[in-house]
């Protein structure tokens, strides 16, 4: 005998429990360090948090039995705020490296690209943008 049910009776029968609630949720695990919230994911050992500073998530630290450590360096932090401070002058130092080595793009880059993708500078960009005409053949 075949039966059928559908996917909402599937669902039904799963847990409706979240998983990773935000920090200002009142079932989260939270500790609260300086300017920074860690909101526990999961795990026993290591425990897993999540870091968030201003409402935005800037990456994951591990609680081990003996020590702390983040998702980016190799290091063992006897403290949690080490951990998180480390993991936070990582991720600035990326992001402004990652800024400084971006390069925008020409404006005859800038012609290739969809009129949708175009920011509102690069049109800017385009507006006075005047080709120059050296290599042009009249035919």
Known sequence: MITTFSFQEAQLDEPTEKILLPPTDPNAEVIEISSYKLVYVGGACPRTYRVYTDNSMIGVIF?????????????????????????????????????????????????????????????????????????????
């Not at 360096?73 to 951990?83: F, L, N, S, W």
């Not at 991720?91 to 800038?110: N, Y």
């Not at 949708?116 to 035919?139: C, F, G, M, N, S």
Request: aromatic share 8%.
């Open 63 to 139: 609680q081990h039995i003996t020590h702390w450590s983040n998702a980016v360096d190799k290091i063992r932090y006897a403290e949690p705020v080490d951990a998180v401070v480390g993991l936070d002058q990582f991720m600035k130092v990326a992001r402004v490296s990652t800024t400084a080595t971006e390069q925008s793009p020409t404006e005859e880059e800038l012609l290739d690209k969809e009129f949708d993708a175009l920011t509102i500078d690069e049109w800017e960009r385009l507006k006075r943008y005047v080709p120059q005409a050296k290599h042009l053949v009249a035919v």
